[in-house]
């Protein structure tokens, strides 16, 4: 069996549709989220490489998962996250969920409904979150609107691959009956531009994007670690934004992601105003109560 980093897309972390460990994350803590963050990409190529069959695909996110644990020593980033997990006495339970996930796109291609969606974030991007929490120790009352914002960051770039993933993968993750509901056939997602009842579909998804990320709000003022709260609200803002432009955009045929400036423009506006959200929080003066 070749190894896993044989078959990597050569997508990094800079790629991403928000900021995996930047600056504004203290440098102790960017170490561990980047070996994390390569395990993980390396198991997202993994299930969606063009070639593999999927029990190859099955087998070699089996073995990473093993090297993880400490069986064996052949997957560099599974040895690397390994060692880190260790050198702060974390679980691999984490990383291993999101294993789960991508599991999951080998064997299942469709989704019937909302729920099933969401049961797939639950997977899929729920445990990146929590996972960068508990790098942080922050308490775990925090996960709820963390699990919010990481599904809708997920369900975002769901609808802005719709097309590719159909194309290359066969894999849908529209629910069946939101397309049902609006007229919306699979084969759509095959066109040069969205039909009309492909466009209803998408822009009753993102419905279900806003009242998610409405629910991950409440994430940044209840998480301690202000440089943590503050790329909170960065990728906050990327999520809503993208979403704007699902909104208006056509992802069969127009861009929906950000480009390098506008990027760089939501990430200075989101760290002054997550800076002076806190300093107003430290001015506010505390009542007593008797």
Sequence with gaps: MKAAREHRSGKGHKDENFPVASFVIEARHRGLILAFYEFVRIADDIADHPTLTAEEKLAQLDRLEAELHGSGDGQPEALRLRAALAARGMSAQHPCDVLTAFRMDVTKLRYADWSELIHYCTYSAMPVGRFVLDVH????????????????????????????????????????DAMTAAGMTVEMLAADRSTPEMTATLRGLTTGIERLLNESQALAPQVANMRLALEIGVIQSYAANILALLKTRDPLHERVHLNKWQSIGFLLSSLAGGLLRRAGRKLTPQVSRA
């Excluded at 919010?148 to 894999?171: P, S």
């Design 137 to 176: 120790g922050e308490d775990r009352s925090t996960w709820v609107a963390s699990d919010a914002l990481c599904a809708a960051l997920q369900v975002n770039n769901h609808l802005q691959d719709c097309g590719k993933d159909y194309r290359d993968l066969n894999r849908v993750y529209i629910p069946k």
